[in-house]
Nanobody, 114 residues
Framework: QVQLVESGGGLVQPGGSLRLSCAAS????????MGWYRQAPGKQRDLVAI???????YYADSVKGRFTISRDNTKNTVYLQMNSLKPEDTAVYYC????????WGKGTLVTVSS
């Protein structure tokens, strides 16, 4: 009964920026931990960044200094600001929330190419 709606994906040139958003709705009784993961073709789904209900963050080494995760608990929304994008960042990006159980969005494609 929990739905995650993502937006913001698309095509961007190397060095460019994108901002992803994901709003959670439904039977959510606590803020929980929210995060972003990505999956490139032929690879497994990997952690990008997570943020706790209190605002603590963790980033994969590959995105440190370039990506910023944030959240708005009043909207049950998590954001991912992506700067200095590289072709290696090309992937389907998934948001999730862990609040008792874990729920996933459908994914949004980010393509970094000139």
């Amino acid at each position: 009964q929990v739905q995650l709606v993502e937006s913001g994906g698309g095509l961007v040139q190397p060095g460019g920026s994108l901002r992803l958003s994901c709003a959670a709705s439904g039977s959510i009784f606590s803020p929980g931990t929210m995060g972003w993961y990505r999956q490139a073709p032929g690879k497994q789904r990997d952690l990008v960044a997570i943020i706790s209900s209190g605002g603590s963050t963790y980033y994969a080494d590959s995105v440190k200094g370039r990506f910023t995760i944030s959240r708005d608990n009043t909207k049950n929304t998590v954001y991912l600001q992506m700067n200095s994008l590289k072709p290696e960042d090309t992937a389907v990006y998934y948001c999730n929330i862990r609040s008792g159980m874990t729920y996933w969005g459908k994914g949004t494609l980010v393509t970094v190419s000139s």
